[in-house]
């Protein structure tokens, strides 16, 4: 079969990955498979869809649909590191071009394990997904995530904690942590094509012991319906900054964080397994600095 028409028939996507696609679901099929090796899919429904398949001897091919069909794809090799690491080897570039140097794809994962769930995490998203599992959004329980999930695992329980690595695992909270601001600062005021964007950073004290990582969120508690996460961006000592920045209504005074509101980072409580959906208006507000068309 031509290469046009191939790409015809499979929605536009170049010939070379959906051969090398072909080939990897001809390896998952016949053959026992690595514990890494399947399908993994990761995304909104709308603006992201993401789909990788690999599999050893057989490589990646990975594909990116969104709202106006395909927006990137790419095929390559498959290098297991000795730390557990999975390094993809892309055959074309992996960005949209030196004005945007945010990857398509991740380029180095690692396999995570939650109980009979398998995922597929960059070592940049581990503090994401103990945000997610603060937020309840993990263990999730539609195939719709954050998060790239082995085909149909959303249907697999997910007991006790995932496989996280254990200086990843020490920032998991049961109880959650709250905070009121002690300042507020104007970090960004900016009109775009989108319209305005502001960033505030707030500034609070946490007890002394208390363990944070830059990235670790925080969400309005009070007031009510102010849906916007204060991501940690400085520690010292007892002292934490976060940012939060907004895309809409920036400027209505509502929204500018004042010494009155309460942060909660959330906490996660095990059991819950399947039970998490989720929110994809926060969706977007976590995953806006990715550079992903929505």
Same mark, same amino acid.
């Given at each position: 079969?031509?290469?046009?028409?191939?790409?015809?028939?499979?929605?536009?996507?170049?010939?070379?990955?959906?051969?090398?696609?072909?080939?990897?679901?001809?390896?998952?099929?016949?053959?026992p498979?690595?514990?890494?090796?399947g399908?993994?899919? @990761?995304?909104?429904?709308?603006?992201?869809n993401?789909?990788?398949? $690999?599999?050893? @001897?057989?490589?990646?091919?990975?594909?990116?649909?969104? &709202?106006?069909?395909?927006?990137?794809?790419?095929?390559?090799d498959?290098?297991?590191?000795?730390?557990?690491?999975?390094?993809?080897?892309?055959?074309?570039?992996?960005?949209?071009?030196?004005w945007?140097?945010?990857?398509?794809?991740?380029?180095?994962?690692?396999?995570?394990?939650?109980?009979?769930?398998?995922?597929?995490?960059?070592?940049?998203?581990?503090?994401?997904?103990?945000?997610?599992?603060?937020?309840?959004?993990?263990?999730?329980?539609?195939?719709?995530?954050l998060?790239?999930?082995?085909?149909?695992?959303?249907?697999?329980?997910?007991?006790?904690?995932?496989?996280?690595?254990?200086?990843? $695992?020490?920032?998991?909270?049961s109880?959650? $942590?709250?905070?009121?601001?002690i300042?507020?600062e104007?970090?960004?005021?900016?009109?775009?094509?989108?319209?305005?964007? &502001?960033?505030?950073?707030?500034?609070?004290?946490?007890?002394?012991?208390?363990r944070?990582?830059?990235?670790?969120?925080?969400?309005?508690k009070?007031?009510t319906g102010?849906?916007?996460?204060?991501?940690?961006?400085?520690?010292?000592?007892?002292?934490?900054?976060?940012?939060?920045?907004y895309?809409r209504? &920036?400027?209505?005074?509502?929204?500018?964080?004042?010494?009155?509101?309460?942060?909660?980072s959330?906490?996660?409580?095990?059991?819950g397994?399947?039970?998490?959906?989720?929110?994809?208006?926060?969706?977007?507000?976590?995953?806006?600095?990715?550079?992903?068309?929505?």
């Open positions: 079969m031509s290469d046009r028409v191939l790409e015809s028939l499979n929605d536009g996507v170049p010939a070379p990955v959906v051969r090398r696609r072909a080939r990897i679901r001809e390896v998952l099929q016949s053959t498979a690595a514990e890494w090796a399908e993994y899919y @990761g995304g909104d429904g709308l603006g992201v993401v789909t990788l398949s $690999l599999a050893p @001897g057989a490589g990646i091919a990975a594909t990116w649909f969104g &709202c106006l069909g395909l927006y990137a794809s790419n095929e390559g498959v290098e297991e590191g000795a730390d557990g690491t999975l390094a993809f080897h892309f055959n074309r570039p992996n960005t949209r071009g030196s945007n140097p945010t990857e398509n794809f991740p380029s180095r994962v690692r396999l995570v394990r939650w109980g009979e769930r398998r995922y597929l995490l960059a070592d940049k998203e581990m503090i994401a997904f103990v945000n997610a599992m603060h937020h309840g959004w993990e263990p999730a329980a539609e195939r719709q995530g998060f790239l999930m082995a085909e149909g695992d959303e249907e697999r329980p997910a007991p006790g904690l995932p496989g996280l690595p254990r200086e990843v $695992l020490d920032y998991v909270r109880t959650a $942590l709250e905070v009121q601001p300042s507020i104007d970090v960004m005021d900016s009109d775009g094509g989108t319209g305005p964007r &502001c960033r505030f950073r707030v500034h609070f004290d946490v007890p002394a012991g208390e944070l990582a830059e990235g670790i969120e925080f969400q309005v009070f007031p102010i849906y916007q996460e204060f991501r940690v961006v400085g520690i010292a000592g007892v002292h934490v900054s976060a940012d939060g920045e895309q209504n &920036c400027r209505d005074s509502e929204k500018r964080p004042t010494s009155d509101w309460v942060l909660t959330g906490a996660f409580r095990p059991g397994g399947g039970v998490a959906t989720v929110d994809m208006a926060a969706w977007g507000s976590a995953t806006a600095s990715d550079g992903r068309e929505r």
